[in-house]
Every structure is written in structure tokens, then in C-alpha cells.
């Protein structure tokens, strides 16, 4: 007999106000879907099945035993307006093929030598900050880690002018996938509305830029054997190597995708330490017995412990990935429950990762909890900010170093607290962005 156990959910007519609440206020609805419904609940959304699923083991099931029954979820394919057919959009034989291309880039020793790019770009950036004057760090994170995306993976030296247009055609583009989050996805994109005018006048911007740096590279010569070459140089069976809007859909995906991520992690993080003085001092005290000279080095990261478990404990009370949706293409059963063809899953870090179940006093920052045995008696996917399975983020060691070297490199020189009069909102969009940035003041050591 096939399984037909269902999740629970409302019943009857129950269809509108759960979209509504979710489209307008997503982690309010999955905070109370979970508190109402418990680990799994299931929802019609218009004519679509949607599951919530916020339990270690079926994320596992998802995202590793059985991932090979699902897709995408339909919002992120949503996202390929912008990032076109690149890895975190593409699907099956093709993505496989793209990630094999893209993995030496991300390899230990690879990564090892970003860093110094890293360290010598938030050098350049500290010079500019003077002693007790106000900044809007996610800004200036978001400044630093695209200049060091675009170095490190694409030997592009960016100039300001290039990231200034970079960071409006960004957010022209993301306002406008919210607008559509809110609308269901349900009209077109090519119907001549100011807000897809704008968006599609930010993506042609973006592609200029883009089509510049492949084309220098293209003409030129690199220094050093850096994604870019390496995606220039690849060739399929045929001999034949990738056209240029696909070079250009990998270029806008790894470019977005690994420099917004930091840059929201490094805000919040510095947001927490400045309401953690605690946490602020041991970090200083870290600092200053590791890296007396204020820049460190990827020598200097097993000795960061408690700068690499503020980066941890950072990611899991503001994971800028704050939930992940897939689609499945065929019926299945997950942890007993009978999933239909075409149902979305959603799966929240922001839920499972605030759980008392997994982490005592979960809305507490405690960086010192992943200082001991934590991580190896936490189940699977209790903690999850770069997912996992095959699609696991191909940058997870690069962030993790980054956020860490930046962090260290930063907070050696310069202290930082809240500015007056703000209130930090959360903006749950692509990711969990403080709405209005956060205003900080900065004080030399
Ligand atoms: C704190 C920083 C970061 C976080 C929290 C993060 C999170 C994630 C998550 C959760 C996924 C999986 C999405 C899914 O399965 O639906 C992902 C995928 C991905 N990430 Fe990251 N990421 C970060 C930094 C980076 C960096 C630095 C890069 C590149 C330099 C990067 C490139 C990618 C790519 C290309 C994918 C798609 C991989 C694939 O499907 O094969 N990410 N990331």
C-alpha cells in the first residue's frame, strides 16, 4: 500500500492568510508554523503543496539520502533572472559538470592563497576609517568582499567606481525579486512594469561589467591560475569550451554569492559583539596575543579559536541563508511522511538553529558553546548555515576563512559599537539583511 501519512496543517479553506503571512513575514510564519505545528507542517499555497520541514534527520534525508529526488525550489529558479544558468541554479548533468570545473578553485590549498588578498584589502579599508567616526558596515563589508570576490576568483581589480555600480544594480535587482515574493511570482517578468524596467536595466549594467571582465582576461593573460582562467580553459568532450553568457552566469553567480554572504555575517557579527562585552574583550584578548601585528595570516587561523567560534555562533543566530527551499520530481516518502511530485519543501536554519532541543539558551550568543565537543554531539544539520549533501556552498572554507581573517584583522584596530538612535531590523530577502544596514561608531585600539 503506498504511504499517504500526511503532515499536519490547516484545514479546509485555510489558503490565503498562510500565503499572505509568509510572503510579508516569513520568519514570523515559520516561528509560529513550527510552534503551532511542530517540526513538520504542510500548506496549500494557491494550487501548490508546501511542506515545512525543521527536523535534523529530514533535512538529512533532503539534502543527502535522498537528494537525488529533488530540484531547486521554485523561487531560487526565480533568481536565474539575474545569476542565468549558473551553480547555484542549475540542475542534474549540467550542474554536476560546472561544479567539477569550479572545485580546484575552492581547494585547501587554493584558498590558503587568498589569503593574503584578503588581509591586505581590509588593510586598504582601515586606512580610510578614522577614530570615532560613524559607518554603515554592511556597506562597507559588502565593499570589501566583492573587491576580494572579484580579486581572488577573477583577478579583476576593481575599481570604486565599478563596485558602487555593482552594489545599486544589486539591490535594484533584489528589490525588485522581493516585490515579486510578494506578488506569488505571479506576473510576468516581461511585462513592461516600472519595477522590472529597473531590474532589467540593473542586470544589463551588471553584464557589462561582467562581459569587461571576461573579455580582459580573454585578450590578455592571467598572472595566476585563477577560477576565471580556469573556466576559460575548460573544454568538453567535444573539444568545445563554454560560450560567453555561460562563462558570464558563473562569473554573477560566484560573484554574488560569495560576497554578500560575508559581508551580512561579518555585520551581524559585529552588531553582537557590541552588545556581548564579554565576548568583545576575549576576543581582544585573543588578538592581541596572536597576532600582535593586527594582520593576520592563515597561519595564524588555528590559533583564532574563539575569533573562528564568533564566526560560528554568528552563523547560527543570523544565517544569511535563513532557509532553503527544494522541489521534488517524483512522489517519496520522507521521514514517513508522503511527499507528492511537485511539492516545495522549506527547511529553516533560523528555526532548527534557534532550537532548544540542539543549543541550550539558543537566543543567547555564546560563542564559547563550539569551543568544546559541541559540534561532534550536535546531530547532523542542527547546525546547517552552508547546507550540505552535494549542493553544500562550494565556498564554505573560503567564507569561514575570510569572515575569520576579516574579523581578526578588524576588530585587531578598531573597536566597534552601536550608533545612537537606529533601530536593526530584519529583512528576510535572498538573505537575512539587517533592513537598513547598521550604523556603527569606530574607535581606534
Ligand atoms: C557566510 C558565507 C556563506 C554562506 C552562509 C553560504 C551559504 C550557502 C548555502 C546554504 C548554500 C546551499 C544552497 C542550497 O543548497 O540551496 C550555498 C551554495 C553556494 N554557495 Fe555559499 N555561502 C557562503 C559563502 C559563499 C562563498 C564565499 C562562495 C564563493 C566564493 C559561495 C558560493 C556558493 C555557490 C556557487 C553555491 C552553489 C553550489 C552548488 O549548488 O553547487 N558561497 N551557500
Redesign the pocket.
Known amino acids: 500500500m503506498p504511504n499517504t501519512t500526511l503532515p499536519p496543517g490547516p484545514k479546509g479553506l485555510a489558503l490565503v492568510r498562510p500565503l499572505y503571512h509568509f510572503t510579508h513575514q516569513p520568519l514570523d510564519f515559520i516561528v509560529s508554523t513550527q510552534r503551532k505545528y511542530g517540526d513538520t507542517a504542510r500548506f496549500r499555497f494557491l494550487k501548490f503543496p508546501v511542506y515545512f520541514f525543521n527536523r535534523p534527520s529530514l533535512i538529512e534525508e533532503i539534502?543527502i539520502t535522498q537528494s537525488g529526488k529533488f530540484i531547486?525550489s521554485a523561487d531560487?529558479r526565480e533568481g536565474s533572472r539575474v545569476l542565468g544558468n549558473?551553480?547555484?541554479t542549475?540542475e542534474g548533468e549540467f550542474?554536476r559538470r560546472?561544479?567539477k570545473l569550479?572545485q580546484p578553485a575552492?581547494h585547501r590549498e587554493r584558498v590558503k592563497a587568498y589569503a593574503p588578498v584578503m588581509t591586505s584589502y581590509a588593510e586598504q579599508m582601515l586606512e580610510t576609517w578614522s577614530d570615532g567616526e560613524p559607518r554603515e558596515v554592511r556597506a562597507e563589508m559588502m565593499q570589501l568582499?566583492l573587491k576580494i570576490?572579484a580579486r581572488?576568483?577573477f583577478g579583476a581589480d576593481l575599481e570604486a567606481d565599478t563596485v558602487r555600480i555593482i552594489g545599486e544594480s544589486l539591490a535594484a535587482a533584489i528589490q525588485q525579486f522581493d516585490a515579486r515574493v510578494k506578488t506569488g511570482f505571479l506576473l510576468p517578468t516581461s511585462w513592461p512594469t516600472p519595477g522590472n524596467i529597473r531590474s532589467r536595466r540593473a542586470v544589463d549594467r551588471l553584464d557589462e561589467i561582467l562581459y569587461r571582465i571576461i573579455d580582459q582576461r580573454r585578450n590578455g593573460h592571467a598572472e595566476t591560475e585563477d577560477l576565471l582562467s580556469m573556466l576559460l580553459s575548460a573544454r568538453d568532450e567535444s573539444g568545445a569550451g563554454m560560450d560567453s553568457k555561460q562563462l558570464r552566469d558563473e562569473v554573477m553567480?560566484?560573484l554574488l554569492?560569495?560576497?554578500e554572504?560575508?559581508a551580512?555575517?561579518l555585520a551581524w557579527t559585529f552588531y553582537l559583539l557590541a552588545q556581548n562585552s564579554r565576548a568583545e574583550s576575549e576576543l581582544f584578548a585573543e588578538l592581541r596575543a596572536v597576532i600582535p601585528s593586527g594582520v593576520p595570516t592563515h597561519e595564524d587561523l588555528p590559533k583564532l579559536r574563539i575569533t573562528e567560534a564568533i564566526v560560528r555562533e554568528s552563523?547560527r543566530l543570523y544565517?544569511?541563508?535563513w532557509a532553503?527551499?527544494?522541489q521534488a520530481i517524483e512522489d517519496c516518502t520522507i521521514g514517513g511522511y508522503h511527499v507528492p511530485r511537485n511539492t516545495t519543501i522549506y527547511m529553516s536554519?533560523w528555526v532548527v538553529q534557534r532550537d532548544a532541543r540542539y543549543f541550550d539558551e539558543p537566543e543567547q550568543f555564546r560563542p564559547e558553546r563550539w569551543m568544546d565537543s559541541l559540534q561532534k554531539t550536535l546531530p547532523r544539520f542542527a547546525y546547517?548555515?552552508?547546507?550540505?549533501?552535494?549542493?553544500?556552498?562550494?565556498?564554505?572554507s573560503?567564507?569561514?576563512m575570510?569572515?575569520t581573517l576579516l574579523l581578526a584583522a578588524i576588530a585587531s584596530r578598531f573597536r566597534l559599537t552601536l550608533a545612537p538612535d537606529q533601530t536593526i531590523e530584519l529583512w528576510p530577502s535572498i538573505?537575512l539583511r539587517p533592513r537598513n544596514g547598521i550604523r556603527m561608531l569606530v574607535s581606534k585600539r
Open positions: 539534502l531547486k531560487l549558473g551553480l547555484l542549475s550542474w560546472q561544479r569550479a575552492f568582499t570576490a581572488t576568483l553567480t560566484l554569492a560569495g560576497h554572504t560575508t551580512t555575517t552563523l544565517p544569511p541563508a532553503m527551499g527544494r536554519h546547517f548555515p552552508f547546507g550540505g549533501g552535494p549542493r553544500v556552498c562550494i565556498g564554505a573560503f567564507a569561514m575570510e569572515a538573505t
